[in-house]
């Protein structure tokens, strides 16, 4: 019984060490997914910025 009981805790300590490394790595994955994304809509707002930018330049009205 006693083997039991030492047996469940060095489990439940192996089952909790794996967990936490598994949703590190889950957490990691996401946050690298989520920052490439954010990093591409950065990207394509400054090319439209420049676009909008360069645009209004040459087609502006009021250059001499």
Do not use: D, E, Q, T
């Not at 794996?18 to 591409?40: C, D, N, S, T, Y």
């Amino acid at each position: 019984m006693i083997g039991l009981l030492i047996a469940l805790v060095i489990g439940f300590w192996l089952l909790k060490v794996v967990f936490k490394v598994g949703f590190w790595l889950i957490g990691l994955a996401a946050m690298i997914v989520v920052g490439l994304f954010l990093i591409r809509i950065a990207l394509w707002l400054g090319v439209a910025v420049l676009a909008i930018g360069g645009l209004a330049l040459v087609a502006s009205p009021f250059r001499n």
